[in-house]
């Protein structure tokens, strides 16, 4: 009979937290499921942060956020390029299908607030792939609203929705059911209005990672990486935002995938 494996043990962090990106919680179908069924995707994966090792507060943090049906396993090749003797890779896993506001609050509670994870004194850094860059820019509004909090240095979103998306728009006029998170990425809506009313905290370095390979002319007539606009990645008020800005001729996926996007994350992270 074939044995179970063990999960490590952690002195600092929840249960569970401490896991491989092979771990089956990370698989594609619970992606999927934190989409369609948020509650159930809770049920296997219901304390949001991941790490890959026991916590070394000689290390730099650096969160990793997916993007819509997304998990910890997307960033595997991006993964690649971190030295992990100097920098230690977190995860932010939550269920893609629930409202914005609830996930950046949670993500707010877990990194910003102190009462989970003290950073004071230390220095943090944010990837987000896609719908994950709405959800941290979203927490960035509190985290700036904290005078004292000056541990985020770092910020790289990669060809995320600023703008929204015209399609959760339709879904929620035709689709028979609506999934909840399409009332806050569709074209205009409140989250978004409200994710760009406040500025972005100044000793914040805010990078913005574009990608342009479209793909899909039956989904797409405009400039695109196949999934999202050019214009919504490109929103005008975040992109002003930006310290720098860099397009990749990926796709919305590809992007994970690419030498390029690997090396000038690295470079900047090596910066901190």
């Not at 820019?137 to 995320?160: E, P, T």
């Not at 879904?171 to 909840?180: F, R």
Request: proline residues 5%; hydrophobic residues 40%.
């Amino acid at each position: 009979m074939r044995k179970s494996s063990k999960l490590p043990r952690s002195r600092y962090y929840p249960p569970g937290a401490v896991r491989s990106l092979d771990d089956k919680i990370f698989s594609p179908k619970y992606g999927a499921l934190g989409l369609y069924s948020p509650s159930a995707f809770l049920e296997h994966a219901g304390i949001f942060f991941y790490a890959l090792q026991e916590r070394d507060i000689r290390k730099t943090p650096v969160v990793f956020v997916h993007g819509m049906t997304g998990t910890p396993r997307d960033f595997r090749y991006l993964l690649k390029g971190i030295d992990c003797d100097r920098f230690d890779p977190w995860f932010f896993y939550y269920p893609s299908g629930e409202r914005l506001g609830k996930i950046a609050a949670a993500f707010t509670e877990i990194f910003f607030s102190g009462r989970i994870i003290d950073l004071r004194g230390r220095k943090l850094a944010v990837v987000a792939h896609s719908m994950g860059g709405l959800i941290v820019r979203s927490a960035i509004n509190d985290y700036g609203a904290r005078s004292q909090n000056d541990f985020l240095k770092v910020f790289i979103s990669l060809a995320s929705p600023y703008g929204g998306d015209d399609f959760a728009a339709k879904g929620m006029e035709t689709a028979p059911e609506v999934i909840p998170v399409w009332q806050d990425i569709a074209t205009g809506s409140g989250f978004l209005k409200h994710m760009r009313a406040a500025p972005m905290a100044e000793h914040i370095a805010f990078y913005l990672f574009f990608a342009y390979r479209g793909g899909n002319m039956l989904r797409m007539r405009e400039s695109s990486d196949g999934t999202i606009p050019l214009r919504s990645q490109l929103q005008v008020d975040i992109q002003a935002e930006a310290d720098q800005r860099y397009g990749f001729n990926e796709s919305h996926a590809g992007i994970l995938q690419s030498e390029s996007v690997r090396e000038h994350m690295t470079r900047i992270l090596e910066g901190i």
